[in-house]
Each structure stands twice: as C-alpha cells, then as structure tokens.
C-alpha cells in the first residue's frame, strides 16, 4: 500500500515563497509520473504540477513561471518550490501520481494572504 506524506505547508503573505515535500512509500517511486495536486474550499481538486519520470515538467497556466516541481528519487520524495504566491494559490495541496492512483494523503495547507 502507497503511502504519502505532505509538509511545508503555511500561511504567508502575497509575493512570499513556500516549499512543499511529499515523501512517497510503498512504491516504486521512481517509474510513475508525480503530481502536486490542490484543493481550495468548494472547488474541485485540481492538478498543477507534473513531473516524468524522466524530468520533464507540466503546469497549469495560472503556475507558470512561478511553480517548480521537482524530485528525488534516492529518497523517495517530490517537491514543489511556489513562489510569488497570490491569494488564489490558497488550498490544501496533495501529491499523487499523475494520473492518481493511490490513496490520498493528509495534505498540507497553503494560506496566502493579500
């Protein structure tokens, strides 16, 4: 059974920077495309970050030039560098393989305030 952990979550102001890890169990890590996922209050969960297995990378238009999702295989973990966050990146952010396929985890919360 997968099981993902999310931290780095938190609350700061517009134009600031977070950095979010997801540590992977359980799985062969290294084979699947990851993804960070979010969740703000009443909106579907949507996906905004990819990375293959390979490198390379796909974002959501509204994260461009803003997001970077990264990964480390050897320690079984995903990332994703936010920075210039605005009040609308506020929600619950998961990670997932992309297409998700495990369970979710508890996800980790990013407040943004203007």
């Known amino acids: 059974q997968v099981h993902l952990v999310e931290s780095g979550g938190g609350s700061v102001q517009a134009g600031g920077s977070l950095r979010l890890s997801c540590v992977a169990s359980?799985?062969?890590?290294?084979?699947?495309?990851m993804g960070w996922y979010r969740q703000a209050p009443g909106e579907q969960r949507e996906l905004v970050a990819a990375?293959?297995?390979?490198?390379?990378?796909n974002y959501v238009d509204s994260v461009k030039g803003r997001f970077t999702i990264s990964r480390d295989n050897a320690k079984n973990t995903v990332y994703l560098q936010m920075n210039s966050l605005k009040p609308e990146d506020t929600a619950v952010y998961y990670c997932n393989a992309d297409p998700y396929l495990w369970s979710w985890g508890q996800g980790t919360q990013v407040t943004v305030s203007s």
């Open positions: 990375i293959m297995s390979g490198g390379s990378t």
């Open positions: 359980g799985t062969i890590f290294s084979i699947n495309a």
